[in-house]
């Protein structure tokens, strides 16, 4: 290919690559509202961890007893998920109120006790 028809061909990429953009652009329908991303550092209540054990009944997972709560929590709300192998939810303690060192969550749905293999307990507050 000879030089005039190798800057012809760039100059027709480039055009392309422009117009391709400029209409992606086009189509985002961008404003002027707010748009924002950023992050902040987030103290912990509790920053030592806490203790977990189950309740049965049989092979099933009724409860879940959270101990080692930090004073500094008191007042925030406590929820956990039991989760299995893969990290999929498997049964949850609904969100309460934390009031001491130590706290009692009712898991829903029930599962099989084989099938959880990890815990995620979450204090948001206070």
Do not use: K, W
Request: net charge negative.
């Amino acid at each position: 290919m000879n030089r005039e028809r190798q800057l012809v061909v760039l100059i027709g990429v480039v055009t392309a690559a422009v117009s391709i953009t400029y209409a992606s652009a086009a189509d985002l329908n961008m404003t002027t509202d707010s748009l924002a991303a950023g992050g902040s550092t987030i103290a912990s209540c509790d920053p030592d961890g806490v203790d977990v054990s189950y309740t049965l009944s049989g092979d099933t997972v009724t409860q879940m007893t959270v101990q080692g709560i930090a004073p500094g929590c008191d007042g925030g709300e406590i929820s956990a998920t039991l989760v299995d192998a893969s990290e999929t939810a498997v049964g949850e303690g609904a969100p309460q109120t934390v009031t001491g060192f130590s706290e009692t969550l009712s898991i829903s749905p029930q599962p099989d006790s084989l099938d959880v293999v990890g815990v995620h307990v979450v204090i948001v507050g206070p």
